[in-house]
């Protein structure tokens, strides 16, 4: 297995730069996991491929305005800070708090530098502080945010942040709610579980009303969904931990759904992470977790315990994404699916059309 083996040719033309208007409007490839029998349909035909007793698994979290742009304190040079999570051996409090960024430009942004963020009024409200180094090779820093303007973090971090778009969307100014999921809660992401943009209250009250079961687990999405594996061997690419959350009801819901013969459906790629990371292999059951860590990887290979059915998107070539739907159906079936999405003019990546794999 190599990592070009999950290399296709992706016509810039073919990438989204904006939402579907309507949600649930877009397209929806379906594709069965066991023949790669395709159809092309609309996503809330989705209603059509679920039967009563399913249950619909969604990643539940928010996108911070993660993006910070600001200026070198001490020379008033453009810079950038990128949250990606909050530092582990962190003791924060209301005004201050240890992150874990990426920062630009990273060769001047050592140790002792700091970084000053504006609002609109050219009163600096959030300042970051460059403490040392969590991944040097990424270019990761920790970082000391405080606030004297606002009394939370978090309120100065809305005043002056952005939300960080896919580097492979340029100039989109529409409402960035729509990169957000309607059922989105808690901000704690730096990219969006993007299959389940599609999703609309009325489609998830429609599948509600069919008997279909909706439950949310809770997955950080880090920046590594934004890079594709730089190794020739995949098995050497090292995944970044990030914290996920499955809640008791979750995999009682699980558990009943399969006790009854009915499928599991993850809504993305990180509610499969999610649920297969929490899957116990001693007990032989999915079992509930709080805030733990996962860097599970899944290849060709690798066995699913929980998902039975997967709704995503279209993934950048090369990438782990592309590996993992990969091993959930075939890499043939899968390559071919692809060729026929970028044949037939399906929207790609984040804010692209659909796939259910079934």
């Given amino acids: 297995m190599k990592t070009e083996d999950f290399d296709y040719e992706l016509p810039p033309e073919r990438i989204a730069q904006e939402p579907w208007p309507v949600r649930d409007e877009c397209r929806l490839l379906a594709m069965d996991r066991r023949t790669g029998a395709l159809e092309d349909r609309i996503f809330r035909d989705i209603l059509d491929y679920l039967d009563p007793g399913d249950v619909l698994v969604a990643n539940e979290t928010r996108v911070l305005p993660a993006r910070l742009l600001g200026a070198k304190r001490a020379t008033g040079g453009q810079a950038e800070v990128f949250l990606l999570r909050p ?74 942040g952005n939300t960080p778009l896919p580097p492979y969307i340029h100039g989109y100014a529409g409402d960035k709610e729509m990169y957000q999921t309607v ?63 499955v809640p008791q009801e979750v995999a009682e819901a699980c558990e009943a759904a399969h006790a009854r013969g009915n499928r599991v459906i993850a809504v993305g790629t990180t509610s499969v992470r999610s649920l297969e990371s929490a899957w116990d292999g001693e007990q032989g059951r999915l079992v509930a977790r709080e805030g733990a860590r996962t860097s599970l990887f899944l290849l060709p290979g690798s066995r699913f315990n929980v998902v039975d059915a997967l709704v995503t998107n279209f993934h950048v070539p090369r990438s782990t994404l592309m590996m993992l739907v990969s091993a959930f159906s075939t890499r043939d079936f899968v390559m071919n699916a692809y060729r026929h999405a970028i044949d037939c003019s399906y929207r790609m990546l984040s804010f692209g059309d659909a796939m259910l794999i079934h």
């Fill in 87 to 160: 530092h582990a051996a962190a003791a924060n409090d209301n005004r201050n708090a240890l992150w874990e960024a990426l920062v630009r430009p990273g060769k001047r942004l050592k140790p002792g530098a700091c970084v000053d963020f504006a609002d609109a009024e050219g009163r600096v409200v959030l300042s970051a502080e460059v403490v040392g180094f969590e991944d040097e090779g990424r270019g990761e820093r920790i970082v000391n945010l405080s606030t004297e303007a606002f009394p939370t973090l978090d309120e100065a971090v809305h005043a002056v």
């Fill in 183 to 245: 059922y989105s809660r808690r901000e704690k992401s730096a990219a969006a579980p993007t299959a389940g943009l599609h999703f609309t209250p009325e489609l998830i009250e429609a599948a509600k009303a069919k008997g279909v079961g909706w439950q949310t687990v809770e997955l950080q999405v880090g920046i590594d969904t934004f890079r594709i594996v730089e190794e020739d061997d995949p098995a050497q690419h090292a995944m970044h931990a990030e914290t996920y959350t």
